[in-house]
């Protein structure tokens, strides 16, 4: 049985692309309170299934694909740039291809201009026919308005004509910094990226006896397994220790673990290669947000996962990205070094505190990685600044491992610069073996 909430979701999901949706309409139909439908909207609207822009409504939106994160919809445009719709809202849900800057002669201007674009000028009104004759969307820059025939021509076309007060410069670089956070957003890997899916999973019902372990075991191979009740909820877990010298005849749910950890879809790989470390686990459920069994992950699953992302190029580069790309090993000293690019800086040219901590978290990392086969979980970490470190400045670093076991490392990291101390940094970590 799904929940209210479920029921939603799905109602969203099989809108046509472009259908505006509301609070009371959902409500209504649903016959669910409008609290209810509130939230379920929200949900949707952070699954990217809809879009909210102000003054037009809720709008059912195409939900990209991992590998198709580089465009927008005019939607998602609106409210990157605080923008007002014009004309042409029945248009919103749609994605666009490419944006032309429209700072040349009108003539030139409709060479680069074409279907599925969006042209960004000022308060040329011709420019603005012309565009949405081409099968382009407009976006006015400067806070102007149009002529009503023009807006009257963007509803007709079903193509966007918004309006902004930023200029054209700071929209062109807003939008393009929106792709490259997307960009990002998209290398990020989570649980529903590498989980095995429910028809693939192995479970237990509540009133199953331990012979069903025994049955999944040699099926399997594995030796941990979810339970679950009549509604597919996860309520246990049973291991071979839950369950070992104990009569095949029981019924399972007087020897499960109760109130079993569970992560979901959303969860990252980080957070949850960090629980299976922390709680020493090999398999976690993967459940929705009314527990409902989905899959499980497991920690080779993680492991494999943490590999594959060490061994992927960066498309968007975060600052730990940059941090790594430029610190390199010194073998014959066993050191690592870098300089201090404009990047690492905070607004008084200096190495900004969390890039410092950064640079020593990535070379204790590589330390383990390299004498220990192992991947780190930093747990805690104490760091001191000795003194401010200028933009240009070459840093040396050296971490030296002061205590390690099987699952904990004790990591001490020096930084220098012209053979000074600029800092010290104490790692506690957790080991990830591969």
Known sequence: MTTKHEQIIQHIISLDVGHKISVRQIAKQLNVSDGTAYRAIKDAENQGLVSTIERVGTI????KKK??????TFAEVVNIIDGQVLGGSN?????????VIGAMQLEAMMRYTEAGSLL???????????????GAAVLITGGFDTEGHIKKLADDKELPIISTSYDTFTVAAMINRAIYDQLIKKEIIFVGDIATTLEETSYIKTKDTIGKWYELNEKSGHSRFPIVDEKLRVIGMVSSK??????????IDRVMSKKPLVVQSKTSLASVSHT???????????????????GVVSRQDVLKALQYVQRQPQVGETIDDIVSRNLQFLEDEEVYTTEVIPQMTNQLGTLSNGVFTALMTEASSRLLQKDRKADIAIENITVYFNKPVQIESILTIKPTVLGVGRLYAKIDVEVFSENKLVGKGLIMAQLIHR
Not at 244 to 249: H, L
Not at 277 to 291: A, K
Request: net charge neutral; aromatic share 4%; charged share 30%.
């Open 60 to 63: 059912r939106i195409e939900r």
């Open 242 to 251: 839950d369950i070992v010298g104990k009569d095949k005849n029981i019924i």
């Open 276 to 294: 299976m470390v922390w709680e020493g686990i090999e398999v976690v459920p993967v459940v929705d947000s009314s527990g409902i069994l989905k």
């Open 67 to 72: 590998e198709n994160f580089e465009k927008l």
């Open 91 to 99: 248009g919103l849900h749609k994605t666009l291809s490419k944006f």
């Open 120 to 134: 960004i000028v000022g308060n040329r009104i011709k420019a603005h026919e012309l565009a949405l004759n081409e």
